[in-house]
């Protein structure tokens, strides 16, 4: 059978190098598995070849092994006082591990049925990631310092190449929704989201201790770096981090809206610090106030939503006067919380079971924007906000803002809570382990 791209743009990103995408037609039941597509450079494929028996038979080695997880405060223990052999030491690590976290991950994408595994969306992050697995694990020991510098600038292409995959991952999951149910599509999607952070947590973290380590001017004297390490901040103050997403945030609704946004109050222990990283933090801190000030606007406005094909050219009354949001920080003996409390309104009791679910229909979907994203923004978000409208029709909202939120404060063993008094407004609890001792939370 020979397959042809369903995607005119599939082969756009990295013309020589991409595998083949899955089948354009369907004519198979849904209970059928996703094509096992081979990695080959060039051309159309053959789905059941002899290289593709050969290729899955590679990869039921990576995929039967068990991943090795980590606790933030191991990383942050390993990284304090840096040597040659302890950087070529967790490049190794790295280099061990990727392959068998993206091994575990494109088996789930070939447990799916036959016909979920014909989007394009879907089949792009299939084949990017059978791509990554194939280079990751072709890697040599790393044996100096110099071949650890090219393992770090080969795992910084995969990291850019990757930028794509969670709008892929969510137009491909909410195209074939009627092929899943809410359940399967959860499941899916919370696995792969949490893989892919674990997977760029390592990578990341590899990359940045190999600058600390080349860069002449750092110090492994925490009270003079400002407390970084890799990726890590030991100091991360929790009333910056809510001033900086709250900045962001009103600002981008001010020029939205053309409206003052509402004030966002910081209360609680203000001083309290802890390790984290920091984009993890910001990313959920960032959602959450997008939801609040959007809510409390649009509820105490509500003729800014009467035209709303571009509420930027709304006039409101400069004047008006929204009630603040209140974040306030909590800071127990082994946790941090975060309590982000708004009158926005609250969640309409019919769309409340859906905020943690990837599964929504398209039609919740357009009402779920309202809690949801849209915008452009610093570090996590930005990433996948940017991608985002490559890939995404204008109109539509992928509606992921809350769920992976949760996937991140769940991330490191916190959590994410969300009650609404339907008609006033939401509090909102984000709690982060602040020991660092739990393991990543893969499963
Ligand atoms: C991802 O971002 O999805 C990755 O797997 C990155 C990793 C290959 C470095």
């Not at 790393?142 to 600038?153: L, M, P, Q, V």
């Not at 905020?355 to 990433?383: C, E, G, Y």
């Not at 996948?384 to 809350?402: A, K």
């Amino acid at each position: 059978i020979q397959y042809t791209s369903l995607n005119p743009n599939f082969r756009t990103i990295s013309p020589n190098n991409v595998a083949p995408p899955p089948p354009t037609t369907v004519n198979s039941s849904t209970t059928q598995s996703f094509p096992q597509t081979s990695i080959k450079p060039t051309g159309q494929y053959r789905a059941y070849s002899p290289q593709h028996f050969y290729q899955n038979r590679i990869l039921d080695q990576y995929a039967s092994q068990s991943i090795n997880p980590i606790t933030l405060r191991q990383l942050i223990v390993f990284g304090r006082n840096l040597t040659e052999e302890r950087i070529i030491k967790s490049g190794n690590y790295v280099r061990s591990e990727l392959p068998v976290r993206i091994a575990h991950r494109i088996r789930d994408f070939q447990n799916l049925p036959f016909i979920v595994g014909t989007n394009p969306h879907l089949a792009r992050v299939y084949d990017l990631y059978w791509l990554a697995f194939e280079r990751l694990r072709k890697i040599p020991p790393i044996r100096t310092i110099e071949e650890n510098n090219e393992w770090c600038e080969t795992i910084k292409n995969l990291l850019k190449d990757h930028l794509v995959v969670i709008p892929q991952l969510a137009m491909g999951i909410m195209e074939c929704s009627e092929h899943l149910s809410g359940e399967q599509i959860d499941r899916f999607m919370n696995t792969m989201l949490r893989s892919r952070i674990s997977r760029r947590v390592l990578a990341e973290q590899q990359i940045a201790l190999t600058e600390n380590w080349h860069d002449p001017g750092y110090s492994y004297d925490q009270s003079e770096n400002d407390g970084w390490i890799g990726v890590i901040s030991t100091h991360c103050e929790a009333k910056e981090v809510v001033e900086k997403c709250a900045k962001m945030t009103r600002s981008f609704y001010k020029t939205y809206y053309n409206v003052e946004p509402p004030q966002v109050l910081v209360d609680g222990q203000v001083d309290t610090t802890f390790a984290y990283i920091p984009d993890h933090i910001e990313y959920i801190i960032y959602e959450l106030l997008k939801n609040s000030i959007r809510g409390v606007i649009e509820k105490h406005s509500p003729s800014i939503l009467s035209t709303s094909q571009s509420p930027s050219k709304q006039m409101l009354e400069s004047s008006q006067l929204f009630p603040s949001i209140t974040v306030t920080v909590c800071s127990g003996p082994t946790d941090l919380y975060f309590r982000v409390s708004d009158q926005g309104g609250g969640i309409p009791d019919k769309l409340y079971p859906y905020i943690w679910s990837f599964a929504s229909k398209s039609n919740d979907k357009k009402i779920l924007h309202k809690f949801t994203n849209f915008s452009k923004v610093p570090q996590m978000a930005a990433r996948v906000e940017e991608y985002e409208r490559h890939i995404v029709p204008p109109d539509l909202s992928l509606g992921i803002g809350l769920p992976m939120s949760k996937v991140y404060a769940e991330y490191w063993g916190g959590g994410l809570n969300i009650y609404s008094l339907d008609g006033y407004g939401v509090d909102a609890y984000v709690k982060i382990t602040k020991l660092g001792n739990r393991t990543e939370n893969l499963v």
